[in-house]
């Protein structure tokens, strides 16, 4: 057997007959190719493609994770440097100052932060487990009540959403159990 045989005939018949239609004729070209030279090799090749497709893959998940990482610590950078007080609240010993980025809440979906300090020393305070829910009593009526959904974004600092229905002042209510603490806090926010 020669050179041609070993590598070039097997490589150029798997270049050439990449679709299931060519099995016949593959076959065919295998038993007079001596068919172990070429099964051998073609079974080499697949073998090789598929790791360098799944190397490729795992580096383009790769990728896609690291440029996720650094948007969304973009993003909360932003988020974080761009905010203005809603409301600041001290309770004991905690300071808790609720903030958006337009320093309100409308109408609908809004996006905030609350960030729980030390009153004596103005460093993050670790609440821990953070909830914070809204009502607004109406006459005549129950009371309308949200609550929203939070996560922490950093020492002292947790990120949150909720949904607000319509305009009016809303009663707020902030608990938190954490190394930090345990407690909860009552405030009025106006809904514009």
């Not at 070209?29 to 073998?47: D, Y």
């Not at 006459?139 to 609550?147: D, E």
Request: hydrophobic share 35%.
């Amino acid at each position: 057997m020669g050179i041609y045989s070993r590598c070039i005939l097997p490589r150029l018949i798997d270049v050439v007959m990449r679709k299931e239609s060519d099995t016949a004729e593959r076959k065919r070209l295998v038993s007079l190719a001596r068919g172990r030279v070429l099964e051998k090799t073609f079974r080499l090749s697949l073998q090789g493609h598929r790791r360098k497709t799944r190397r490729t893959e795992m580096k383009r998940g790769l990728l896609y994770v690291v440029v996720g990482l650094v948007v969304a610590g973009t993003q909360s950078a932003v988020f974080a440097a761009d905010l203005k007080p809603i409301h600041t609240q001290k309770t004991k010993d905690v300071v808790i100052t609720l903030e958006s980025e337009s320093g309100q809440w409308k109408p609908g979906k809004n996006d905030f932060a609350l960030t729980f300090t030390s009153a004596q020393d103005k460093k993050p305070v670790d609440a821990g487990k953070v909830s914070l829910s809204t009502s607004m009593a109406m006459s005549g009526m129950a009371p309308m009540i949200a609550g929203a959904t939070l996560a922490p974004s950093g020492p002292g600092r947790y990120r949150g959403a909720i949904e607000l229905p319509d305009r009016g002042t809303r009663q707020v209510t902030v608990t938190w159990d954490g190394p930090g603490g345990k407690g909860s806090t009552k405030f009025s926010v106006p809904v514009r």
